[in-house]
Every structure is written in C-alpha cells, then in structure tokens.
C-alpha cells in the first residue's frame, strides 16, 4: 500500500471514529459529553501512535518523512509536544533521503545528475505542512524582525561607505574562486558574493570578465544604488564593448542576429 493511502485511510479511520463518538444523546449530561470526549480523543491517539510504530518499518526515508509529517499534523490537536517530535523526526528523515540522494549523485557517472528533477522530493509537500502549524506568524516572529533591522543596518552601512567614496557602483567578482565543471563535487566552495546584493535589496548586474586556465566564463559583477537599473545596465554595456571577453560557447548553436 503506498505511503499517502495508508495516511488518508487512518485520517478517514479517524474521522469515522470522531463522527461516531460524537452523536451523543441529547439527554447525556456535560459530565458524560466530557467523558465520551476523552474516550474518544484517547482513541485517536491510539491510532496514531500505533501508526507510528509502523513507520519504524518503511524502508524508503522519504517515506518515513511524509508518515511522521502527515501524523504530526493530525496529533497537534491533541499533543503539540508530540507533534513537535514527529515534526523532528520528519526533519531527521529528510536530512537521511538527501544523504542517499547525494550520494547517488557521486556515484553517478553522468556528470548533469545533479541538475536532474526529483518527482519524489518530498520537502516541498513536508515543510508547508510543518510551518503551517509550527511556524509564528512572520508579523510577530521575533527572528524576522532582527533581520529585517539587520537589514537595515547593512543598507546604511553600504549607503554611507559609497557616500564617503562618491561612487555610483561597486564592482567584485561574481565568485571569488574559478567555476567548477559540471558534476565536480567535494570542491572549493565558489565563494559566491551575489549574497551581497541579495542583503540589501538592491539591483546587481554580471557580465562575462574572462575565462580561467580551463576555459570556464568567470563573471564581473555590478552593485548599484537603489533604483539604479539603468546605470548599471550603461556601465556593463560599455564594459562589454571595451572588452568582449564573451566567447559564444561551442556547444550551443549561435545566437541569432548575434554582434
């Protein structure tokens, strides 16, 4: 039986059992509502903690990640502590599913293995579910509003730095070490400074700077003032014509109209 029936069969075991327990009498008294009420949340429980013994047994991890995820969910309204473990170890199960997803990747002889898509990536449908419940409300999050005034002071700092220095732009590698040929793992780290402009919210531009000693494209990159699109666009155009350090690459037919 696949992962997502065996977990919509016990939600719909669940709700059967909620709907059942819930006809009460309308004679019965608040004290026996109350008392049917925990028989049959205790019940719930049962269900789904038998649910998670079984999920010891799958063998895939992205399996156990969805199991612990999806049941995590239904126990909120019961135990938000438990629900939490589960959460966890959903967490813990997705980081073993990247493992093995990496490893294939190294042990694969096709050198674009890594740029393939993975139908049976299961963040994408865990971590909503997990923030959903888990997650404060980003208005009130106190670790978004210290990046948001982090963010602030990073914007002044930079402002007043190209202030003192009266100019317009600054100008960095895209990466501080050579590009890495596709497939290569377990290398030197690109050293990326695309992160700078992503910090302060302003616009960037890259234009091709020359090759390294293996004839990989190496990239200039611009960071301007906010608002700035248009200048940058002047300062890398002129760049490019004074330069033409791009090469078209051979293993792509050319550009049309290409100059």
């Given at each position: ?72 969910d239904l126990f ?83 402002l007043a730095a ?55 494209p190496s990239g ?40």
């Amino acid at each position: 039986m696949r992962v997502r029936q065996l977990v919509f069969l016990t939600s719909l075991i669940l709700l059967i059992v909620s709907f059942s327990v819930a006809q009460t009498a309308p004679s019965e008294s608040a004290a026996d509502k109350a008392k049917k009420k925990k028989e049959q949340d205790e019940r719930v429980v049962q269900i789904l903690d038998q649910m998670v013994a079984e999920t010891n047994g799958l063998r895939l991890a992205e399996n156990r990640a969805v199991v612990y995820a999806m049941v995590g969910d239904l126990f909120w309204k019961y135990d938000e502590k438990r629900a939490r473990e589960l959460f966890r170890n959903a967490a813990s199960e997705i980081m073993a599913y990247n493992a093995e997803q990496e490893k294939a990747r190294l042990d694969s002889s096709d050198a674009n293995s890594y740029m393939a898509f993975d139908p049976n990536d299961v963040r994408g449908q865990i971590l909503p579910l997990i923030a959903a419940r888990d997650a404060p409300d980003p208005g009130i999050d106190p670790i978004v509003k210290k990046l948001e005034a982090d963010e602030l002071r990073m914007r002044a700092a930079y402002l007043a730095a190209m202030d003192a220095a009266d100019v317009q732009a600054m100008i960095m590698p895209a990466a501080s070490y050579p590009p890495k040929l596709n497939g290569d793992r377990n290398t030197t780290p690109t050293g990326t400074t695309c992160w700078i402009a992503s910090g302060l919210h302003w616009p960037a531009l890259i234009v091709p700077m020359g090759t390294t000693g293996e004839n990989l494209p190496s990239g200039l990159q611009l960071v301007g003032r906010p608002w700035s699109d248009a200048t940058l666009i002047e300062i890398g155009y002129a760049y490019e014509q004074a330069t033409h350090h791009r090469k078209p690459p051979a293993t792509v037919p050319p550009l049309l109209n290409w100059t």
